[in-house]
């Protein structure tokens, strides 16, 4: 990606940091999310919070900005003590925050969001003011429209606009880019650059190492909820910053070459119509996966991908049989529990709730998928055989939990996660489909995890991963395409395709998306 | 000083099981204020409430008696609601239960059949009549996705009403001096007596044999299982391939069932007849007991036994403390208050945040 | 035409109970809570409603009292569903349940008192004047206050600050605690609004309509007003034109005599509870419609960080 070095003046310490904090500690049940965190953002930096999942890098800004009230430690802001009690206090304070689920109303217009942000004083004129800031960072914006109409991209910029509506002396962004094109990316960038240097300080939240060294001024590292480390990211490698985000180097899967055999799963002129006011139409996706390969399908959320894993699943059934083909048998009428009976897995973005039920146990979540075979005689669940399936997955997988009546909500994200790609490969499918698979998780278990995927591959499996984060993408995949608006791009093999041409296809070439200036 | 509550990693077991036992001594406890407010002496009112119907042989009759239908029909609720079919109607559905089975009995009871052919073929009725009434709301949920808690309350007032007029018209008994109640059923349409001298009757009995089929169903059975994953976690049915049409269905019919069982029993046991009003409110109160009997078999068992005591109680008080016998749906009502509130505990655990602040 | 303009009273009278429950409940599902608890609500409404009027003589009085008991009682529905976190589904059944107890409890020795309740309008000279002044000045006070309740709903929820608010809290309530906004305090604000307006529905019947007192005299009207929230996808200008229709429908007996069909009065009676549930599952059918109208936590429990 861009690897220029941030324009605009350079950054000297002001005697009186915008921000200080020290000693910040918050806890929650089980876990100790900041232990005595130290931070300091001087007016004008664009300072990284840097660390992996579950590092503590959101409550601290959950606390900077009044969600949440800290167990111990203290604010300063320009010098004075102050007490962050509510948002709205942090907004009277200067700072602003992009959060990284949205705090938009979909149903609303871009103008009555923005207008339930503001106080009410300043509430006037609003629609004019709205093309005004939208206009002077290039972040184009119609007040009139609503949120549901708008794309992922889009949305950020309501959020965005809305901060900067508020005059803030302090913006926090939380994971931006996860939601953007490599080419919105560049023009984030942009505009962040841009506020820096009228002199407002940033706070980038981010795991990416490529983009903090491309854009931040300085950075502080996190883990497991402790400071480890400050620097100037400009100067360091990802390697070395990576090694104070997890203590020691990145570590990457081992790959061996692919030998991909007949296709195993066919998806042929696949047309949803969804009948979801807020979904994506699906029109004409063909592609095909073959046994031994992993093939890749990248793309900004919202684009068709919860629809097309639907259609693929069996979770929403087909009516045209032929559309989905699964080891040569059409299946696009069938439903989920027939298309796994014929060697289908699927391991679904959200873990809780849908790929497990939270309240039940590990051991009855084995049942969930595994329901037709040995684990039921005549209609009876056997109990003691669910249970010894339940701790083979644990044992196998190096899942931490405390056995298999453990509750699925009692296991951490990366653990869950664990549990449910291993209980899917427990059960020797053909064809894997992953949607996700390793959001949210720490960086051991995300690993560990796609190694599997590699070794399933190596196997002759047929695997398909859907996910947003481009770089998981193209560490596993043998071929990649691009989801866009409901259309597929055709799959070329990773080595035939670059970060540049990947950013446009996910970019689409429809008025709603993003619009490409080259 | 903050209170809050912290969501608990497992769902305290504990919890699951004091808390209705919380909720009935809070109840009593409302007893007592309610009775202190009427000028009676608590003690004695709590006596009279509580332990005497209760005192004599009779009264464990009665107590199981009216335990048997409570029982039954909050079987048939629990399965459903596990799934989230939220059957609001089985008052209806007992009522068209009751049609029916007493159907079939002023059909039949003349013909000369055996009371075993007669009393199973009445059964079977009111089983179907129960199911049939249920499948009303099952088919405009799973067709129209209208909600089936309104549209089951909406049958209930139509039944009465359906009931009403059948005897008061076309099934009126000729030679029952103008009264709205049907003939009465002959010897070999009636249930016969378990407890000699009491009004216990083999409904009983057919009220153990269904939870005990229930228990076995829901929780060793994959349709049980399936069914408590649609209740559950929606999403994670449809992706296991669990079909929540097939849910929905079996939710509503196990409970219309259930509740025309009741019917029957009711029927064909202490009322003998069909008249305008079946039932003191079994099918409302049997949510509750299936609520408080945490939608499990022994717990249902249990909170059935409890409840049918709320109205042998009120009955009690209004023959001898001259409460008024809604007395009885005040304590149900405040028992199934308590229980939700008690309920809060199961998952979360309450924190007092201490009020120092390190700034 | 003096007819009409009587079926025209009659009719509104008849779904004005449905106007005041159903526009309360649309405020509290619009806040995303669901509060099945109407039907009980509106019996203690009345029942405090008509003890008051009972006692002090002053039916407007009795009005208030069945304002206040209802809220009181909903307070109680706002503590364990909200507070508490317990399924609103059941806590909602629970006051209902409650509400349908505690009302006969207290009500019993009240069921053959006699009072003076709230008339329609009699103005000599104007609702003397033919069609038109029975037509607009013939109706029972409380017609006209639920007219003005629906003009102040509509008002609140689409021209105020506070309605936009109260509709982005239903909309996705997290959202709204990120910004700032109260939402624990706002969803109570808007059940204890459902609640007095329940309360007064059901006031309307016992110190009104009728105006008597009856166990479990409203026969239903809380759950219909429920069915008509659905119905009006929560708009409130349709909440009005379900009400009166239902009201229409009520009063299908009369009509139905009135043109010589000869039917069971039970059979006739049942047309309205048939009629909730053909309108119920014609409105329901249309996802689309209800995704788009129904605010998206409706009945979620909520859970504060």
New interface residues.
Partial sequence: MADSFPAGSAVTAAPVPRLALRGITKRYPGVLANDHVDLDVSPGEIHAVLGENGAGKSTLMKVIYGVVRPDAGTIRWEGAPVRVRSPARARRLGIGMVFQHFSLFETLTVEDNIRLALDTSSASGLPQRIRDVSARYGLTLDPARHVHTMSVGERQRVEIVRCLLQNPRLLIMDEPTSVLTPQAVLRLFDTLRTLAGEGCSILYISHKLDEIRALCHRATVLRAGRVTGECDPRLETSASLARMMIGGNLPHPVHRTAHAGAPALIVESLDVRTDDPFGTTLRSISFEVRAGEIVGIAGVSGNGQKELLAALSGERTLARDSAVTLCGTPVGTRDAFARRRLGLAFIPEDRLGHGAVPEMSLADNALLTARGGALVSHGFIRASAVRACASRTITAFGVKASGPDAAARSLSGGNLQKYIVGREIGQHPKVLIAAQPTWGVDVGASTQIRQALIDLRDRGVAVLVISEELDELVEICDRLAVIAQGRLSPAKPIRETSAEEIGLLMAGAAPSGDKVVS | MNAR???R???SRVAMWAAPVLAALATLLVGFIVFEAFGLDPVAAFTAFFIEPVATRYGIAELLLKASPLMLIATGLAIGYRANV?N?GAEGQLTLGALAGGAVALALGDAGWPAALLLPAMFVAGALGGMLWAA?PAF?RT?????E???S???V??AT??L??LV??PWRDPEGYNFPQSKLFTANALLPSLIPDTRLNVGFLVALAVVALAWLFVN????G??M??SG??P??A??????ARRSIWLGMLAGGACAGLAGVGEAAGPIGQLVPSMSPGYG?AA??VA?VGRLHPAGIALASLLMSLLYLGGESAQMHLAL?S?????????L??FL??A??LV???PRIARAA??? | MDTFAQIVVLTLAAGTPLVFAALGELIVEKSGVLNLGVEGMMLVGAIASFIVAAKTGAPWLGLCAGALAAAALSLIFAVIALTLRANQVATGLALSLFGIGLSAFVGRPYMSVVIEGIRPLAVRGITDFPVFGKLIFGHNPLVYVSIALFIVVHAFLYRTRAGLVLRAVGEAPQSARAIGYPVMTIRYAAVLFGGACAGVGGAFLAVAYTPSWVEGMTAGRGWIALALVVFATWKPWRVMLGAYLFGSVTLAQFQAQAAGIELPSQLLATLPYLATIIVLAAISRDETAIRLNAPASLGKTYHPE
Avoid: C, K
């Fill in positions: 509550l912290e969501l990693a497992q769902p939220w609001i009303i405009l067709r129209f996705h209208a909600n808690i309104l549209t309350l909406m049958l007032y139509v009403l359906l009403s007029w008061h018209g060793r059975h994959i349709v299982f399936e408590r994953v559950l976690a999403a994670a449809r992706y296991a391939g669990i079909s409302f949510i509750i609520f008024p809604a007395v009885t749906g005040l304590f149900q009502g405040t199934l208050f939700l509130a309920d809060v998952n979360f655990r602040r390190a700034q």
